[in-house]
């Protein structure tokens, strides 16, 4: 059974730092990635990551501002955000990921539904 619990949002002024984390079980995929969801939006990718040697993907919008990184051991992802801004207010969730056919974007995997409650991010001006 697929289990995501995404936990570390909360309530920061902008320019703000936040560490959310996700901890992923019963889930089998190669690569995990953290995406967003703000009111009237549609879902969006963030970050993506593969388990075995950690290679990344960035969103064009949080690039040099957000890192993120995983626990194998732990079966863990975690995203750093830093410099946060006003527009990053969103719901975080985290799912399995696969690359677009392009190569230049990321996305949850198509088979994927077991999306966990996420975890809220509000950034004040």
């Known amino acids: 059974q697929v289990q995501l619990a995404e936990s570390g949002g909360g309530l920061v002024q902008a320019g703000g730092s936040l560490r959310l984390s996700c901890a992923a079980s019963?889930?089998?995929?190669?690569?995990m990635g953290w995406f967003r969801q703000a009111p009237g939006k549609e879902r969006e990718i963030v970050a993506a990551i593969t388990w075995s040697a950690g290679m990344k993907y960035y969103a064009d919008f949080v690039k040099g501002r957000f890192n993120i990184s995983r626990d194998f051991v732990k079966k863990t992802i975690y995203l750093q955000m830093n410099s946060l801004l006003p527009e990053d207010t969103a719901v975080y969730y985290c799912?399995?990921?696969?690359?677009?056919?392009?190569?230049?974007?990321?996305?949850?995997?198509?088979?994927?539904?077991?999306w966990g409650q996420g975890t809220q991010v509000t950034v004040s001006s």
């Open positions: 799912a399995p990921a696969v690359p677009m056919p392009d190569g230049r974007s990321w996305s949850h995997r198509a088979d994927f539904s077991s």
């Open positions: 019963g889930v089998s995929s190669s690569a």
